[in-house]
């Protein structure tokens, strides 16, 4: 099945509005009573986020016939995860941010201690999510378990944070930083599209080929975000931006040039297209999701 895109236009923005909106009603629904804890999680979770890895975990179902509405636990939690990480990143202790998502960050509304039990509830709640997530093979579920735990611990998302912060005021080498990416953001990039396909049963062949095509995505993400770092416009993204270069972080831009930081993301993108040839229009979210990845602004 060859793809159809050059034969259709596919309408992204509409896709995207739809996903999000979907995606954050069921969030709501996790998280409804009033206690601290969950407004601070609430404050959170519902902010204006891209909301890309549960849209990826939908569209990777999508791609391979599933439905939205079987994987929709999925792309929550998926959600929660990423949120759970991004209140921990802003705190004091790592990069000290003041501003999320166009709004202060959780330990600048609340408290450090509330942020940090936020995070923790969040990350909880998600494998709660994940438990409860209906699936025809239990084994099956166990193993999506099994990988976004991988993804976003110590083998993945936790460990490229480690080597992020070892990695302030030194200048690593092409190799080192590709590495650090691919865990700190391509892990759980890699685990939303996978995940989804997996839930209802995509075929060995189509399940290595969005594997592969997540692993191109997620780099080209990370790179897109260090341009943007340098590049980009705060009030369209949301929070400050050259803050890589005041902690003496090393960058795509830092290492090989702005330019050539564009041209390698790109690359990236063009390759991940060419995993989905096989692919027929129900991947169509997925190819533009790619394109969307290093043409955003946020």
Not at 208 to 231: H, K, M, P, S, W
Not at 245 to 272: H, Q
Request: neutral net charge.
């Amino acid at each position: 099945m060859k793809s159809e895109y050059s034969k259709e236009l596919f309408d992204l923005r509409a896709y995207l509005d739809e996903k999000r909106q979907k995606i954050n009603a069921a969030s709501d629904r996790y998280i409804r009573d009033h206690r601290r804890i969950m407004l601070a999680m609430r404050y959170c979770l519902m902010a204006d986020g891209k909301r890309i890895r549960p849209i990826l975990c939908i569209a990777g179902a999508e791609a391979v016939g599933g439905k939205e509405a079987d994987v929709m636990p999925i792309a929550c939690a998926l959600e929660m995860i990423h949120t759970y990480s991004l209140i921990h990143d802003d705190l004091p202790a790592m990069d000290n941010d003041d501003l999320r998502r166009g709004k202060p960050t959780c330990h600048v509304a609340f408290d450090e201690a509330t942020a940090i039990l936020a995070g923790d509830a969040l990350l909880t709640l998600a494998f709660e999510v994940l438990c409860n997530a209906k699936c025809s093979d239990p084994a099956r579920l166990l193993q999506i378990i099994r990988i976004i735990a991988a993804a976003a611990g110590c083998s993945g998302m936790i460990e490229g944070q480690m080597r992020d912060i070892a990695s302030e005021g030194k200048v690593l080498n092409l190799e080192d930083l590709e590495n650090l990416h691919r865990l700190k953001t391509g892990a759980l990039i890699e685990a939303s599209v996978i995940s989804g396909a997996m839930l209802v049963g995509a075929e060995n062949k189509d399940f290595e080929q969005l594997r592969a095509y997540a692993g191109y995505i997620g780099l080209a993400f990370q790179v897109t975000d260090d341009i943007l770092n340098v590049n980009g416009d705060p009030k369209i993204l949301g929070k400050a931006v050259g803050t890589d270069e005041a902690r003496k972080k090393s960058t795509y831009p830092s290492v090989m040039g702005l330019e050539n930081s564009e041209r390698f993301a790109k690359e990236l993108i063009d390759k991940a297209l060419k995993t989905l040839n096989d692919f027929d229009k129900r991947a169509e979210p997925l190819r533009a999701i790619a394109r969307y990845i290093i043409e955003r602004k946020r």
